[in-house]
């Protein structure tokens, strides 16, 4: 369990630079409407690599035998369904 939130982590951190990246890029556009999207896209990445960090945050403590390995793996988990099930909740029918 602990070598696929290793997994998770960081391909959530690959992912979190993504959006970083793009919302960076949007920032420097425009005027008004596209620096509004790139600081969205930039809070997507820092959630993104919130919950990465909590994954590995659970792998290193998970491996040391830390008793608090279990409650920061419960914590990202709990925001990964809380986040799909809002995406869930946003989907046209």
Known sequence: MAWLALAQGLLGFLRAV????????L????RLILPMVGVAALFRGAVIA??????????CGALLGMSWARFVGLT?????????LNAIAKAPP
């Not at 993504?18 to 890029?25: F, H, M, S």
């Not at 920032?27 to 425009?30: A, I, L, R, V």
């Open 27 to 30: 920032f420097e556009q425009g």
């Open 76 to 84: 990202a988990a709990l925001i990964n369904i809380v986040l799909v």
């Open 50 to 59: 919130t919950i990465a960090l909590l994954y590995v945050l659970f792998f």
């Open 18 to 25: 993504q959006w970083l990246e793009i919302g960076v890029d």
